[in-house]
């Protein structure tokens, strides 16, 4: 979606993630503590994120709490006057991992004021002028990754959005066009190398129909433009590092899941490495795609040779506040789609988009709509609240039914 540059980590053993998002600096909770994850405000700076939440030591007793709040920073969507709170206290990551997954994390800002100029991963922060590469964002993220023993997903090397001046002010012709592109490729692919667990290679090429979208990079290449991206990444990608074909709206079956599967079978059959589909799972309370509908999917997927992940999951409320049994439906929604993961061989891990209200990229880009993640903060406090869909994760990591 609109979010940029997604960095899935872990905290020391434990993974935690990132991915890249809003604009302007925020603050965010992040301790690099096994056992407490997700726990004080601050530390770092720039405007990416996360995908793996550990272990926390914040717990909540009530079940509901009754206070008219709004998510303090970012985020001024009405809460519910009786907001539904989790009880439970284990980490995510370290279920998810239980359970022979390798992360369960979360998109999260980490700004602060020292880094408050550090770029991203995409391509206009990657590469700013034509052949002039900046490594300095995801090098920020990476050392801190490093230094806590963390997992990386790297976002992305080939989108519609997010562009240089430079690349859409002008037309190139094919062949020109292609060696940009798989410059842009081989240069980041390289400079990072295994520092990255897997890389987006490209991110959402499909309009909703299954039809190509319209961009600079289907208009002036073609479709062949994907097979190429794919190759270049491949040349220059340690044999480790996974490549991902990463999109939204293809969790269940349909057009656009089709879609995606063809290119994956197309880009097998020509010989070219690819790896991973990445789901993004961006949906809406009640309209979530049954588990049995996204197991199904996980497995045509897989069926493919790749392996897959929920690169975004959230869940939002279309009509803000949330009504009791909006929140109770968003447990088992948020269940729903953990536990199709978790049952699911070839499903690598779940990142949530992102653990807190209050740094959502939710209310700018649907007006009206929110409260799509686990977390939130009460106005004017820095606490981190966790919400009944906490319980619906740890319930689905766990084994057990939902209750609600």
Not at 32 to 51: F, G, H, N, W
Not at 148 to 159: A, P, S
Not at 175 to 192: D, E, F, G, Y
Not at 329 to 335: P, R, S, T
Request: charged share 15%; with cysteine.
């Amino acid at each position: 979606m609109r979010l940029t540059s997604t960095v899935t980590v872990g905290l020391l053993a434990t993974p935690f993630a990132l991915a890249a998002p809003v604009t302007g600096p925020v603050t965010v909770t992040v301790t690099a503590q096994p056992t407490t994850v997700i726990s004080e405000k601050v530390v770092y700076t720039v405007t990416v994120t996360a995908s793996c939440l550990a272990s926390t030591t914040h717990t909540t007793t009530p079940t509901s709490v009754s206070a008219t709040t709004t998510s303090s920073a970012l985020n001024t969507n009405p809460y519910p006057t009786s907001t539904l709170l989790g009880s439970d206290t284990q980490g995510l990551n370290d279920l998810a991992k239980a359970t022979g997954k390798l992360y369960l994390g979360t998109a999260a800002d980490i700004p602060g004021p020292e880094l408050s100029d550090v770029g991203y991963m995409t391509y206009e922060y990657t590469e700013p002028q034509r052949g002039v590469f900046d490594y300095s964002g995801g090098d920020v993220i990476l050392d801190v990754a490093e230094a806590n023993g963390q997992l990386v997903r790297c976002h992305n090397l080939v989108w519609y959005n997010q562009l240089p001046y430079w690349l859409t002010s002008q037309t190139w012709d094919n062949a020109t066009l292609i060696s940009i592109m798989t410059n842009h490729i081989t240069n980041l692919v390289s400079h990072w190398g295994t520092r990255c667990y897997c890389w987006d290679v490209v991110n959402e090429a499909f309009n909703d129909d299954g039809t190509y979208r319209a961009d600079i990079w289907y208009n002036t290449i073609g479709p062949a433009y994907l097979p190429i991206a794919f190759a270049a990444a491949a040349a220059a990608a340690p044999p480790s590092v996974k490549l991902y074909y990463n999109d939204y709206n293809i969790e269940n079956p349909g057009a656009k899941s089709t879609a995606a599967q063809h290119l994956i079978a197309s880009i097998k059959a020509q010989g070219i490495r690819i790896d991973g589909a990445g789901l993004q799972s961006h949906f809406i309370i009640g309209e979530t795609p049954s588990q049995a509908s996204q197991m199904a999917n996980m497995a045509a997927f897989a069926a493919l040779g790749v392996e897959v992940a929920q690169t975004e999951l959230d869940v939002r409320s279309p009509t803000l506040p949330p009504t009791v049994a909006q929140q109770q439906q968003q447990k088992v929604d948020f269940y729903s789609s953990v536990a199709a993961c978790v049952l699911t061989e070839a499903c690598v891990g779940t990142t949530l988009w992102d653990f807190d209200d209050t740094y959502s990229w939710i209310p700018s880009t649907f007006p009206g709509q929110g409260y799509g993640d686990p977390w939130f903060e009460p106005a004017g406090t820095d606490t981190l609240v966790k919400k009944i869909a906490y319980d619906g994760i740890v319930d689905a990591l766990s084994g057990k039914p939902v209750t609600t």
